[in-house]
């Protein structure tokens, strides 16, 4: 299996410019989540889809972040406009059933923003 | 979200050393987890922990869950120079049937060879 698959592995942007961040995950997988990661919080779940469905937004900033999951091997997350202070890297993951010990991360989306 | 206080933040040690970092919480968790994260990756599962008291091993890694649940160690023993990385813990609850997550700031581990 390829793993679940981030792209793209790095963004630059200037502030107010729209990101869109893309994943796939690993086939089978039912759950999906987004987090975020700082050198100043940490690592931060975002918004948690199952079944397509989001579950958890509760995590999402502030409304300038959406994200999307159309149908069980895609997902979207969308920053309109973008801030500096959304410059992080951003990991997809997925999982059977919410499950976290059967939970694996993609490789990150190392966004910067100018 | 509630943030867990790990600790320490970064170690040095020599190769060979034994390593020990742990996790508190003012809250109980269910499971507690701990995760590896090398240089450009995501974080990985190293071990899952589900009942208060339990002590698993994974090859050199050892790790408990709290009596209290409010607490786990993660001890490496042995260490070599691939065991560099950035160590997560995680503490999960139960939340309406889902599982809400919050982890660690993490320990960067650095080894001298």
């Known amino acids: 299996d390829a793993g679940v698959i981030q792209s793209p592995r790095h963004e630059v942007t200037e502030m107010g410019q729209e990101v869109t961040l893309r994943c796939k995950p690993i086939s089978g997988h039912n759950s999906l989540f987004w987090y975020r990661q700082t050198m100043m919080r940490g690592l931060e779940l975002l918004i948690y889809f199952n079944n397509n469905v989001p579950i958890d937004d509760s995590g999402m900033p502030e409304d300038r972040f959406s994200a999307k999951m159309p149908n069980a091997s895609f997902s979207t997350l969308k920053i309109q406009p973008s801030e500096p202070r959304d410059s992080a890297v951003y990991f997809c993951a997925s999982s059977f059933e919410g499950a976290l010990d059967t939970q694996y991360f993609g490789p990150g989306t190392r966004l910067t923003v100018l | 979200g509630q943030q867990l206080n790990q600790s320490p933040q970064s170690m040095f040690i020599q190769e060979g050393e034994d390593v020990s970092m742990n996790c508190t919480s003012s809250?109980?968790?269910?499971?507690w987890l701990w995760y590896k994260q090398d240089p450009g990756e995501g974080p990985v599962l190293l071990i899952a922990?589900?009942?208060?008291?339990e002590l698993t091993s994974n090859g050199r890694l050892t790790a408990q869950f709290g009596i209290t649940r409010k607490d786990s160690f993660l001890n490496i023993s042995a260490s070599i120079p691939s065991d560099v990385g950035i160590y997560f813990c995680a503490g999960q609850l139960n939340s309406g049937g889902y599982q809400k997550v919050t982890f660690g700031i993490g320990t960067k581990l650095q080894v001298i060879p």
């Open positions: 809250s109980i968790f269910n499971t």
């Open positions: 922990l589900y009942k208060a008291g």
